[in-house]
């Protein structure tokens, strides 16, 4: 199994839908836990942290679900601007990140 | 403030040749990591530095591949004698401690070596 898992991609969503990412992680002992965007050719950026009680950045919300060792990201009222790839990142412990191979978003106009 | 720098941002190198790839923290960063990016795959971790000393180097190669933080300068990641598998994204990131948690990890720009 691998550590970080993700959804397959791509997914295309026209403009305004709600799209929502899956992941799921193999370590238990993992304590953080992030959503990196990475455009095409860029390097990933931070879009947000994960906390366990689930937290909200404008159009953006996570969740965490340390018993099923599970993370989602929501994304409502998509733009043509979010058209990325997101990258669900894991840091188990006292040990580097470790990222998932990505889920591609293409919102259409 | 400038963020994490690396150069060059493209390397062509023949079978066999050396590459360096350079990247500066963000100043006032003493935390550096190295991650590599083959076409279509995640980012996997290669090593994570202090100044002047290797703290984890888990993913780095065991042969061919080395790096260095030192005192003064940026961080080196050097490979020797490329084989065409080494062409990949190679992305530095820094953080002003130990990264996770409420520390965030920020990313350079990335070097694209390709080996011919």
């Known amino acids: 199994r691998k550590e970080v898992e993700q959804d397959p991609g791509p997914f295309n969503v026209p403009e305004g839908a709600t799209v929502a990412f899956n992941c799921t992680y193999s370590n238990s002992a993992s304590q953080s836990f992030f959503w990196y965007r990475q455009d095409c050719r860029k390097e990933p950026k931070l879009l947000m942290s994960v906390y366990s009680s689930g937290n909200e950045d404008g159009r953006f919300t996570a969740q965490l679900n340390r018993a099923s060792q599970y993370i989602s990201l929501l994304i409502r009222d998509s733009k043509l601007s979010d058209s990325a790839t997101y990258l669900c990142v894991v840091k188990p412990g006292n040990t580097p990140l470790v990222f998932g191979k990505g889920t591609r978003l293409s919102v259409i106009a | 403030n400038a963020g994490v720098m690396q150069n060059p941002r493209h390397l062509v190198r023949r079978r066999g040749q050396e590459a360096r790839l350079r990247c500066s923290p963000v100043k006032g960063h003493s935390h550096v990591y190295w991650y590599r990016q083959l076409p279509e795959e995640g980012l996997k971790f290669m090593v994570y530095l202090q100044k002047e000393n290797i703290i984890d180097e888990s993913g780095m190669p065991k042969e061919r591949f080395s790096a260095e933080f030192p005192k003064e300068g940026p961080s080196i990641l050097r490979i020797q004698q490329v084989v065409r598998g080494d062409s990949a994204a190679y992305f530095c990131?820094?953080?002003?401690?130990?990264?996770?948690?409420?520390?965030?990890?920020?990313f350079g720009p990335g070097t694209r070596l390709t080996v011919l």
């Open positions: 990131a820094s953080s002003p401690t130990v990264a996770g948690l409420n520390n965030e990890q920020f």
